[in-house]
T-cell receptor, first 114, second 110 residues
């Protein structure tokens, strides 16, 4: 069964450093998403991406964040200058139809900012 | 009122019990509704979509009441493997994103 994959599974970084989180969505999907979940809190939408551009972003997704689909398979989330409060689990998801259809999640990257 | 609000947990039930989770949402323009399941420190996985007429999948039954802006999930004959957090998720076209509830934790005990 096709699945979304994410690398790395864990990332530890120093405050102020840049991190890139990588995702490979399901191959025939067209819509891609990033979410984050701070420990003990709810899943929060960050950004959705379709047709090589951002469709929607949340207030969390400020200038420190960017997304890219550098080739036909990868979808990346970059955090330019990490803060302590960026520590969270980051989930990538994809869907073959729009946002309101079933989204399939990757296993997540646990980011710890020290 | 929170965008998506769920029963506070945790629910502790014995194996074989029937358990019901409730969820309310604030956006009357909401169009799609889902229940996801999340195991500890894992990704959310779709349990079932919720349709207007209600739907059933084995031991799981989901119902939607648009007038009351209320969604429910019923689990019958609960198994140890049902222990997880159950997330209520709502999509409204006017904000173009999924809105997630905090989740309700279920522990099924032997």
């Amino acid at each position: 069964e096709p699945e979304v994959t994410q690398t790395p599974s864990h990332q530890v970084t120093q405050m102020g450093q840049e991190v890139i989180l990588r995702c490979v969505p399901i191959s025939n999907h067209l819509y891609f998403y990033w979410y984050r979940q701070i420990l003990g809190q709810k899943v929060e939408f960050l950004v959705s991406f379709y047709n090589n551009e951002i469709s929607e972003k949340s207030e969390i997704f400020d200038d420190q964040f960017s997304v890219e689909r550098p080739d036909g398979s990868n979808f990346t989330l970059k955090i330019r200058s990490t803060k302590l409060e960026d520590s969270a689990m980051y989930f990538c998801a994809s869907s073959d139809q729009g946002v309101g259809e079933t989204q399939y999640f990757g296993p997540g990257t646990r980011l710890l900012v020290l | 009122r929170k965008e998506v609000e769920q029963d506070p947990g945790p629910f502790n039930v014995p194996e074989g019990a029937t358990v019901a989770f409730n969820c309310t949402y604030s956006n009357s323009a909401s169009q799609s509704f889902f229940w996801y399941r999340q195991d500890c420190r894992k990704e959310p996985k779709l349990l079932m979509s919720v349709y207007s007429s209600g739907n059933e999948d084995g031991r799981f039954t989901a119902q939607l009441n648009r007038a009351s802006q209320y969604i429910s999930l019923l689990i019958r004959d609960s198994k140890l493997s049902d222990s997880a957090t159950y997330l209520c998720v709502v999509y409204a076209g006017n904000n173009r994103k999924l809105i997630w509830g905090l989740g309700t934790s279920l522990a099924v005990n032997p």
